[in-house]
């Protein structure tokens, strides 16, 4: 009887404990990202008020380009995708406010993982991307440098501040979850671009958000509310 009776209890305790371990997670997340948000800030002081803004080799002046190699490579370390992108432009002011020892490379890149990464599985996008994003690609966050489409004219490559009419609306960087109804260049929906549960284990889309006014949500992308690209308070179009 007093077995079955721990047993019940124990039942009970353990979704409320996964919960709150969850949530703890979360708030770590967040606050990776405030100190992303600070250091780009720095970042954008030093050039112009400008955001992170990179051309891809031998495509000078290409805004599709450009703003893929800026989602690729703004920050983080490299991963094993064999993206040899060494020289990331944030990752100095990052360093400068972290003060770890430089000898220490997962205290060094602490900031870039997300402690719910736990990669993402194929869809439209053809790779699995295992065990996490930070393992793959460097990092677990993405910076809006495309507006989710490798659109360089609608994200924040080759913008100021001042362009952007709604800083309170919008992503400035977000988790990896947040692009699963993305990239309709690769296919129309329904099937998402990647299957990737990180903070909810039962929904796709859930992610951290940070936006250009330094404000930080927890949301759910969505293919329908109206699209990919916008939904009812966040947008990654920086003119909308």
Known sequence: ???AIIAILAGMLLPALGLAKEKAKRSSCVGNLRQLYIANAIYMDDFRDRFVTLNAP????DPNAGAVETYHRWAGKRGIDDFDFTDRPLNPYVFARQMVNTNDNEGIYRLFRCPSDTGSKKGRWPYDELPTLFHTQGISYRYNSSAIDNDGTKGLWNKRSSDVRNPSRVIVIHGEPFIVYGFKWMGAWPLPAT????????QLGWANIMFVDGHAQYLQATHNK???QHGPNWTVVYSD
């Open 1 to 3: 009887m007093v077995i």
């Open 58 to 61: 031998g495509a000078p002046g």
């Open 195 to 202: 299957y990737a549960y990180w903070h909810h284990k039962k």
């Open 226 to 228: 109206p699209d990919f």
